[in-house]
């Protein structure tokens, strides 16, 4: 990846390659090939200056608007856990009380209420299961409305009793944190017992009733070469699996620097599990994916709801004592209604911007990730002493991998076509697919030579 000479010019993506500067311009998904015989090492003045003169400058502007109703959202059921995971991002929160049960459907019902679009809601925590009664309660109020999905965030360990109550519930989704096969993989539960089984068998019950699981692991230093491995497993449970690394500066994971693992090796897992997971129809979430799909970070509108009804943008768990709190809320659920500061909403959006200025300015990604991928950071520091790139580091990894991965494939579209130089364009090949595909092969992306553009020298 170092070897890489990659800049942005006019918004699009730059790559030298050889003898050859590719550029990509990530909102239309396409790729521009030109010729560079003029400089092997470094992205040509003279192609700069070509694709300046045809090609409309790609316009990436950055505007957050954090009161926008949200379409993806959560409510903290509680802050309690019964696994102590290391590489948590959620911060310990050991007083926070648990979410009462008419705090849980009131939550539901306003978040319903302030978008008219389809709305996901994650019910989480900590262990939502662990607060049974509220958890319930959300799950019963949200299978009242249409066009709205909950995601229970869980890690599998919860009562058959809950269990029985909760899988009848018909728009809920399970989100099982599942981080390895082998037994050092798993966590142990506060109890001491392995919790490895335990999931298994909740996750086969879950299938068995053919209700959806959606399943997340942590990339630690540990698990990194064995994730590939439990895909045989994987591909029978799921069809959503969600890759995270270890977060390095909210939670817990902020003290486990030494779980880190190396920024390449992380690229090359996601590719490796891209190429694996889209063989199987598994659709691979990570964020750096997600960004090359939609082109941009998530919307901007998220909310968070807490125990005490705070509202926060994060989707970690914070509380009034956190020194983050004050810039992370937005507002209070009042009267089972969203009540958002506005205030406090451009506090944010000022900070976000300003930060994005100082931190994001000659990253090669941002175009598509406009700073989403230190969302809290930069929405909270005024005055930013902790950056930690790490983050962005996978970030950029993923993406120079991805482009790497691209380039034999366009290469070998202009050479069908008998030409050095030209536009390719990336189509999804299956319109079955709720996602954008991001590899050639079978069922995946197409690559398509535009014959009509010409690249004038
Ligand atoms: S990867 Fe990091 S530096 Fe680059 S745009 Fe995103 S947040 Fe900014």
Redesign the pocket.
């Known amino acids: 990846m170092n070897k890489l000479s990659m800049r942005i010019v006019s918004g699009w993506i730059s790559i030298n390659i050889g003898h050859y500067d590719y550029f990509y311009d990530s909102k239309n998904k396409r790729f521009v090939v030109m010729e560079n015989n003029y400089d092997t090492n470094s992205i040509s003045k003279l192609n700069e200056e070509r694709l300046k003169k045809i090609i409309p400058p790609v316009n990436y502007e950055i505007l957050p608007n954090f009161a926008e109703p949200a379409n993806l959202s959560c409510i903290t059921i509680t802050g309690k856990c019964n696994m102590n995971c290391p590489y948590c991002f959620v911060y310990p929160v050991p007083k926070m009380k648990n979410m009462s049960v008419s705090t849980a459907i009131s939550a539901v019902k306003a978040l319903k209420k302030q978008s008219d679009k389809h709305l996901t809601i994650y019910l989480w925590g900590g262990e939502p299961s662990l607060n049974p009664k509220a958890l319930i309660a959300a799950c019963n109020e949200g299978q009242k409305h249409e066009r709205l999905s909950l995601i229970l965030t869980s890690n599998g360990v919860f009562s058959d009793e809950l269990f029985d109550k909760i899988i009848q519930v018909d728009n809920l989704i399970f989100q099982i944190s599942f981080d390895g096969i082998k037994e050092q993989n798993n966590q142990k539960l506060l109890t001491n017992k392995n919790s490895l089984p335990i999931v298994l068998n909740r996750m086969k019950s879950i299938n068995r009733l053919n209700k959806k699981i959606i399943l997340r692991s942590t990339v630690t230093k540990n698990n990194i070469s064995n994730i590939l491995n439990g895909l045989g497993l994987i591909k029978d449970l799921t069809k959503t699996y969600m890759i995270e690394h270890v977060h390095t500066y909210v939670g817990r994971s902020q003290n486990q620097k030494t779980q880190e693992p190396n920024i390449n090796d992380y690229g090359q897992v996601i590719m490796k599990l891209l190429y694996e997971t889209e063989q199987f129809g598994i659709n691979l979430l990570t964020p750096t994916l997600e960004g090359l799909r939609l082109s941009s970070p998530p919307k901007w509108g998220f909310i968070n709801i807490l125990p005490d009804k705070y509202l926060s943008v994060t989707n970690s768990i914070i509380d009034s004592s956190n020194p983050m709190f004050k810039l992370l809320s937005i507002g209070k659920l009042k009267r089972k209604k969203i009540v958002i500061s506005l205030k406090k909403v451009k506090k944010m959006h000022d900070n976000y911007i300003r930060n994005?200025n100082i931190?994001?300015d000659n990253?090669i990604?941002?175009p598509i990730?406009?700073?989403?991928?230190?969302r809290d950071l930069f929405c909270s520091q005024a005055n930013i002493t902790m950056f930690d790139?790490t983050?962005?580091k996978y970030?950029?990894s993923v993406l120079a991998q991805w482009i790497l991965s691209i380039i034999p494939s366009i290469n070998s579209c202009l050479k069908q076509e008998g030409l050095r130089e030209g536009m390719i364009l990336l189509k999804n090949n299956n319109k079955d697919k709720n996602f954008f595909p991001l590899l050639v092969h079978k069922n995946g992306l197409k690559v398509i030579c535009d014959k009509s553009f010409i690249c004038p020298h």
């Open positions: 994005v931190y994001c990253c990604a941002k990730c406009r700073g989403g991928i230190q790139d983050r962005c970030y950029k």
